[in-house]
């Protein structure tokens, strides 16, 4: 079993930054694949961003390519996102997710999730 907590959303103006982190404990291992999605009520889970197990594969999705970056650090069982450039349609509930083997961009590929953490771009 693998658990995700992520941590780092919030409040913040249009225009500027947060860093979403994911933490991952239990049976760890670096073999897995992590994306982070996001949700607003109403709407269907997005695909934002994802990342390979070495970290040498990434791939975004159109809305927040140039904006946003993902990144992992192994060794502290820990994936990053940083996000720039925030807009209002950044609003959301982000969640981390991870699966085993190669990166997907369709949420139902993926086994384990996070809680989520609110962002709110405010205008």
């Known amino acids: 079993q693998v658990q995700l907590v992520e941590s780092g959303g919030g409040l913040v103006q249009a225009g500027g930054s947060l860093r979403l982190a994911c933490a991952v404990s239990?049976?760890?291992?670096?073999?897995?694949?992590m994306d982070w999605f996001r949700q607003d009520p109403g709407k269907e889970r997005e695909f934002v961003t994802a990342?390979?197990?070495?970290?040498?594969?990434?791939y975004y999705g159109d809305s927040v390519k140039g904006r946003f970056t993902i990144s992992r650090d192994n060794a502290k069982n820990t994936v990053y996102l940083q996000m720039n450039s925030l807009k209002p349609e950044d609003t959301a509930v982000y969640y981390c997710?991870?699966?085993?083997?190669?990166?997907?961009?369709?949420?139902?590929?993926?086994?384990?999730w996070g809680q989520g953490t609110q962002v709110t771009v405010s205008s």
């Open positions: 997710a991870a699966r085993p083997g190669t990166y997907a961009t369709n949420y139902d590929a993926y086994m384990y």
């Open positions: 239990g049976r760890t291992s670096s073999t897995y694949a």
């Open positions: 990342i390979s197990w070495s970290g040498r594969s990434t």
